[in-house]
């Protein structure tokens, strides 16, 4: 819960102000903030964002393309809503061109410009993906890396294993502090039988053991040498059955 709810947003704030000299941010306003949709081929130009409310856009600009780049249309809209799990786009003023890419006179009854609030539902982007495209891949929680995975399969396979390694160690990574409890409880009984000193070197040990074989499959997962999963949850998986081999012999 932490990792995914608290840190992110944390860390963001840290940074931020970190840039800003460490003076308290006030402004979330961003202006002139471009997005791509790679699966739905239409670059968004927003003239400002408030990056604590992503659900209105204010000055949109919407270019659909065909294959090959080829302009479709052009949506100017002065604001963008995304309510009730669609894009409402208000006074738009809506271009369409030929198979050439020139623009098609615009005709006086078009059901879109003629309206003050259109519905968009064809445009599937989310008002976080504006978002996840401006912050650093490592302050995003859980849901906004599979997201942008989902978003981008244009990714070369190289970036999207390292990526996915990432994930999966995102998930692997709260459970060691369990793993590392089975190796403690070992460690204190062993100090407390056969001397402190003993028991400080077992576990020093056990802790540089483990985060050397982390580190050392992460590289190997990111790498394409071993798959994502095995990258994260390997180490997990040898220290638990190592761990739970050291409390059976307590007994």
């Known amino acids: 819960a932490n990792s995914e709810w608290l840190a992110p947003p944390a ?3 840290a940074e931020a102000l970190r840039e800003n000299k460490f003076v308290p941010l006030e402004d979330h306003l961003q202006e002139n903030v471009p997005y791509y949709s790679v699966q739905g081929r239409r670059v968004w130009m927003v003239d ?3 990056m604590t409310a992503p659900h209105m856009l204010k000055g949109v600009s919407i270019k659909g393309e065909a294959e090959g780049g080829r ?3 052009e949506f100017d809209a002065s604001r963008a809503e995304y309510l009730d799990g669609m894009w409402w786009l208000w006074q738009p003023d809506v271009t369409r061109y030929d198979d050439s890419g020139q623009p098609l006179p615009s005709a006086p009854d078009d059901p879109v410009s003629s309206r003050t609030l259109v519905p968009a539902p064809r445009f599937d982007e989310r008002p ?15 849901r906004d890396m599979l997201r942008y995975l989902e ?4 990714l070369p396979p190289d970036k999207r294993v390292a ?3 990432d994930i999966h160690y995102r998930m692997a990574a709260p459970w060691s502090g369990l793993i590392i409890t089975l190796f403690a409880i070992p460690a204190g009984v062993s100090s407390s039988r056969q001397g402190v000193l003993k028991g400080i070197i077992l576990a020093l040990t ?12 992460l590289f190997l997962g ?15 998986g040898v220290f638990l059955i190592a761990g739970v081999v050291q409390l059976r012999r307590l007994r």
């Open 206 to 217: 056990f802790f540089f053991s483990f985060y050397a074989l982390t580190q050392t499959c």
């Open 128 to 142: 976080r993906d504006f978002l996840i495209e401006r912050r650093a891949w490592e302050t995003l929680p859980l």
């Open 151 to 154: 978003s981008h399969p244009q």
């Open 11 to 13: 860390r963001r704030w």
């Open 163 to 165: 990526k996915l390694t």
């Open 222 to 236: 990111k790498q394409g040498t071993i798959p994502a999963w095995a990258g994260a949850w390997l180490t997990n």
């Open 71 to 73: 302009k479709i249309y």
């Open 48 to 50: 400002e964002i408030d």
